[in-house]
């Protein structure tokens, strides 16, 4: 099974600011997602991620606030940009591996 | 739109008891169905994932099903620990061909010692 490293586990920012998530997965895949878990609820998917190509949204997410990079078969990274309070949440990356998916730890992200 | 609802919400059992989670999907169209636990704080660890044509899944201490037809899945934990609590997720792809996937609610499962 995939292993995935994600950094950092928590983050507490400031209204406005921007943070960048990591996410290191210990072998390649085509596809890896980002995730969002509001507090309380259960996940909903942001983008999936492709290496060489351009991100795919879900609806009622843009690239402006996400910005994702997909440089390799092995990374990516989810941007928080401009953020609010209502950003808070945990921001989890997943990699699909033989159908299965595997998740990061999660990045637990409070704004203030 | 794939909805995915999970009964109970949250459940307390006293260890050693068996117990049932319970996944509903609106879309039969599913190619697979993955169950995760998620602890307090934490990311998600797959349990099991079935696929389309397999009726059930067993991984140690847990049973998993599957009727597409009907749109439900369940998940079975024999003799229950402490360690099990936890909340379980039920996810089904969002759509035909789709690999990202459409999360349930969650059932949160505390085991009294």
């Known amino acids: 099974s995939a292993v995935i490293s994600q950094k950092p586990s928590r983050d507490i920012c400031q209204r406005g600011t921007s943070l960048t998530i990591q996410c290191q ?12 878990q509001q507090p309380g609820q259960s ?4 983008a999936t991620a492709n ?11 843009v ?11 092995t990374f990516s990274t989810l941007t928080v940009s401009n953020m609010s309070p209502e950003d808070s949440s945990i921001y989890l990356c997943s990699a699909l591996q033989l159908g299965s998916q595997y ?7 409070s704004v203030l | 739109k794939q909805e995915v609802t999970q009964i109970p919400a949250a459940l307390s059992v006293p260890e050693g008891e068996n117990l049932v989670l319970n996944c509903s999907f609106t879309d039969s169209a599913i190619y697979n169905l993955q169950w995760f636990r998620q602890d307090p704080g934490k990311g ?16 140690g201490r847990l049973n998993a099903s599957l009727d597409k037809s009907s749109g439900r899945s369940t998940l079975y934990i024999a003799a229950s620990q402490p360690g099990d609590s936890a909340t379980y997720l039920c996810a089904v792809p969002s759509g035909t061909g789709a690999n990202n996937l459409f999360f349930g609610t969650g059932t949160r499962l505390t085991v009294i010692p």
């Open chain 2, 44 to 59: 998600l660890t797959s349990l099991l994932l079935i696929q389309s044509s397999q009726r059930e899944q067993t991984s």
């Open chain 1, 103 to 109: 998740f990061g730890a999660g990045t637990r992200l």
């Open chain 1, 63 to 73: 690239i402006d606030k996400f910005p994702i990079s997909r440089p390799n078969l």
């Open chain 1, 51 to 61: 290496q060489g190509s351009e991100a795919t949204y879900e609806s009622g997410f």
């Open chain 1, 43 to 46: 996940l909903t998917l942001i």
């Open chain 1, 25 to 36: 997965v210990d072998s390649q895949v085509t596809m890896m997602f980002w995730y969002r």
